[in-house]
């Protein structure tokens, strides 16, 4: 009896080991989730260098976030506000924003990658503020408003976030920005706080009005088009117009992101591929995530951050020392600019070593 039953333990115990190696080399083995994306613009290696976002803040204006999802941990979001039900519980009925969330802030896990799936969010230590500022049908011209958009970027501000993204997706085309508007009046006020604000530049690159979307064209917020896997501008990343008044590093769009097809969270455990300059925006937010790790006193709450005056330097250095792709290959001016690439691909390592000069 005595070795029957230790057969059996040794049975239990083959089993669990070969599933655990299983496991392991499944997670080893499947290629890293947007790692074209992280790799073009640097990503990986501030990544390898240690910065992982700690300590920074970033609110995201969006449709929410569903924080039961298994590659996101509910620790990192600290602040909710719905400002469409208000619903006092995290949930995301529109699927828009975590899919936003988990570029930045999935942590992975065995469910994905057991599923292929191997997500790694840029700035997994840092904390979330989330607000639900867009509705289920985002594109219904009754779905969000000036207002809307206005609370979320006040609630951010109060609660002292780094970093603001205006994920805030095609329902923007719809709202009637003016200068005096409730939304510009707020994001203003965030970056006079010296806290930075991040617009995608808008999807409606088939269409162009020539301009990219009215909240991006903000002289001191950083707008951001999307790119290819081939560092080709998509079809439906919005262009810049520049008026006579623009002057550097306030030319739009700033920069270029990876936006194409990018994989990550979905709501109800899934997994999913979105295209969009919003995408390509959270890159750009998550990057400023790290180089707030790596230089805290740049922090809007920093010892050396003065406000519009870092936003600017910032974005000097971005301009500087991004990739020079598409139209902009063959001009040597550095800080040369085009209406569909801004300055070049956001390059984060090479951001990171200008800033040390400063």
């Known amino acids: 009896m005595f070795q029957n039953k230790k057969l059996y333990l040794y049975i239990i115990f083959g089993f669990t080991l070969i599933i655990l190696l299983s496991l392991i080399t499944i997670a080893v083995t499947t290629p890293k989730s947007n790692f074209w994306a992280t790799k073009n613009t640097q990503i990986e290696d501030l990544i390898n260098l240690g910065f992982d976002g700690t300590d920074v803040t970033i609110g995201i204006v969006d449709t929410g976030v569903c924080i039961d999802h298994q590659d996101l941990e509910s620790l990192s979001f ?33 469910q994905g990658v057991y599923s ?13 503020v989330i607000v639900k500022s867009i509705p289920h049908n985002q594109y219904l011209f009754d779905g969000t408003n000036d207002s809307r958009i206005a609370a979320g970027i006040k609630f951010c501000i109060n609660n002292d976030v780094d970093i603001i993204l205006l994920s805030i997706g095609p329902g923007i085309d719809y709202i009637d920005f003016k200068e005096n508007s409730l939304s510009v009046t707020q ?115 920093g010892m050396k951050n003065e406000n519009v005056s870092t936003i ?47």
Request: charged share 20%; proline share 3%.
């Open 78 to 110: 600290i602040s909710w506000l719905d400002v469409i039900n208000n619903i006092s519980n995290y949930y995301d009925d529109e699927d828009h924003g975590t899919h936003i969330v988990g570029i930045l802030a999935a942590k992975g896990s065995l």
């Open 116 to 128: 292929g799936v191997n997500l790694k969010g840029i700035a997994i230590n840092s904390k979330y």
């Open 187 to 301: 994001i203003n006020n965030a970056i006079s706080k010296g806290i930075f604000v991040v617009v995608p530049a808008g999807n409606d690159g088939q269409k162009d009005n020539g301009d990219v979307n009215f909240l991006a064209n903000l002289e001191n917020v950083i707008s951001v088009g999307a790119i290819s896997k081939g560092n080709s501008i998509l079809p439906f990343s919005s262009r810049g117009h520049q008026y006579p008044q623009t002057v550097h590093p306030n030319k739009k769009p700033e920069l270029v992101a990876p936006g194409n097809q990018i994989t990550s969270t979905r709501i109800n455990g899934a997994y999913g591929d979105i295209s969009g300059t919003s995408q390509a925006a959270a890159y750009v937010a998550g990057i400023i995530a790290l180089l707030l790790d790596a230089y805290p006193e740049y922090k809007h709450d």
């Open 312 to 358: 600017h330097l910032f974005k000097e250095i971005f301009a500087k020392t991004a990739k020079k792709i598409g139209n902009l290959m063959n001009i040597d001016d550095e800080l040369s600019h085009d209406d569909l690439y801004g300055y070049g691909l956001i390059q984060a390592y090479d951001a990171y070593l200008e800033l040390s000069k400063y």
